[in-house]
């Protein structure tokens, strides 16, 4: 965990976007988010808080479907794993903005580098759209492709190079 939190915090901090909090959308961006945060005070000195939801609201306790620092007037950058088809990203956008947040990128781990709904550009190129803000992936499909065939990894990469060629943007 540390190793990503490193690297989402090392391109977080290349960006030079100014933001307030991290959004981790359920589940598995809420230990990247908390985790990234700390990287990024750790080792550039960048303070910010970190939110994520939960798959449903909790009716007793704090409540609600928000946990972490406040969303509302915040400028929010969402952080994610892997880009698919964009819908956890665009969930984590509605979800922020219901809060009275304001979205300001997003950074993903993984852009498999799939078609996006108009079946010409990226779901990364339609979210930049979306938002009017940088969409950004430490990886893509093709660098993981590369790093497989220079380990010799075929089985992988024979399953990969299929995925890619049924659902992927010709590059």
């Known amino acids: 965990m540390s190793v990503l939190a490193t690297g989402y915090a090392a391109e977080i901090a290349k960006l030079g976007v100014q933001f307030d909090v991290i959004f981790g959308p359920a589940y598995k961006g809420i230990p990247l988010a908390a985790a990234t945060a700390l990287a990024l005070h750790r080792e550039h000195k960048i303070d910010v808080g970190y939110a994520f939801d939960r798959k449903e609201a909790k009716d007793h306790g704090e409540g609600g479907r928000v946990v972490g620092a406040p969303l509302k007037g915040k400028r929010v950058l969402v952080l994610d794993d892997v880009m698919t088809s964009g819908k956890a990203v665009r969930i984590s956008v509605d979800t922020i903005r219901a809060e009275g947040g304001e979205v300001v990128g997003a950074v993903l781990l993984l852009d498999r580098e799939e078609v996006g709904p108009d079946g010409?550009?990226?779901?990364?190129?339609?979210?930049?759209?979306?938002?009017?803000?940088?969409?950004?992936?430490?990886l893509k499909m093709r660098h993981l492709i590369t790093w497989l065939q220079s380990r010799g990894d075929s089985s992988s990469i024979t399953a990969m190079q299929e995925y890619r060629s049924k659902y992927g943007v010709q590059v």
């Open 120 to 138: 010409v550009t990226s779901t990364v190129q339609d979210l930049r759209s979306f938002l009017n803000h940088d969409v950004v992936s430490l």
